[in-house]
């Protein structure tokens, strides 16, 4: 038996280490940024206690990029920014400079190379984060990526100008389990109806972990035609479509009947206001590719009324609690329904609290 060591092979899962990627001037003053300025939309400038000044210009990118376009991207950091650059968790690309007068030149390339806008910074609308969708997720019942593409050629100018009241972030899921997060707007789909369960496949999986996964347990075992498979109490399911995640013979995808809805006011952040879930504004808008108007006819509208009702400073979910949500109603046009109320009173009794089986 050989005492020699096997060589392992390096670990490729996990976050780096980000120190080793950081550009020499955040290396050198880490930790003694004094101040940053604004100098114009996507383009800022940190100054350091020692002087030193790091310039970022903030791109959006589609995301979805291609290995050329990577490149591209490359080529560009290696000749302006010794290499540098950086996503924000909204896929911005955000490239680092140490000379000022590179940045004019960096900008141009990057607008006539790549045709990614500059901007999303500041009182701006940022680039749109949307869950990963069909690329990595079997659940989609829409395609936010394209979805947030078309959003995005409508919000376009809000992108490049810093004129809104606040910050703006928008989210879209492609389904009502949200991976997205939150989002001052955040679009979602939602399913209308229970999963449709599949027995002739159910007994491929493990049917414990399908009934666990109900929120509010409405999944429970029962005998189909003699074979062990599942039911679904439908006065309880919430149509969230958890279990399909689990199991893909509970079916919840339905051309016909999902839509799509707007949440409103979710706040991640505790500057001035502590962070905030989003509310419903608007549900049952169409779910229409390619480019989904609807959606983004309600998205403009929601945004105009806001930049003009609302304080400096105040974002969305501010804004609505100093108005008030009957008023929120009157300014969007957006119809009042019942759907629109809960206070989730009943959470604590209905919503599996538990990881057990029951
Ligand atoms: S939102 Fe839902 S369907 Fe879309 S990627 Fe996330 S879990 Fe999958
Ligand atoms: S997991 Fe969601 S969709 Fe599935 S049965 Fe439970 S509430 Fe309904």
Known sequence: MTTEKKKLAPRDQGAPDYKKNLHPLMVKNYGKWKYYDKIKPGVLKHVAESGDALYTVRAGSPRTLSVDKVRAICDIADKYCQGHLRFTSRANVEFLLAREQDIEPLIKEVRERLGFPIGGTGHSVTNIVHTQGWMHCNLP?????????????????????????????ISASCCSINCGGQADIAINLQHHHPPTINHGNMQICELPKVVAICPVAAIRPAKVEAKDSLEVVEEKCMYCGACHGQCPSMEIRDPNTDTLSIWVGGKSANTRSGPSFMKLAAWGLPNNPPRWPEVGAAVKKLLTVYKGSAKQYERIGEWIERIGWARFFELTGFEFTKYHIDTFKHARTTFNTSAQVR
């Open 141 to 169: 019942g829409t395609d936010a990526v394209g979805a947030v593409k078309a959003l995005m050629d409508e919000l376009y100018e809000e992108f490049t100008n810093e004129r809104m009241p606040a910050r703006v972030k």
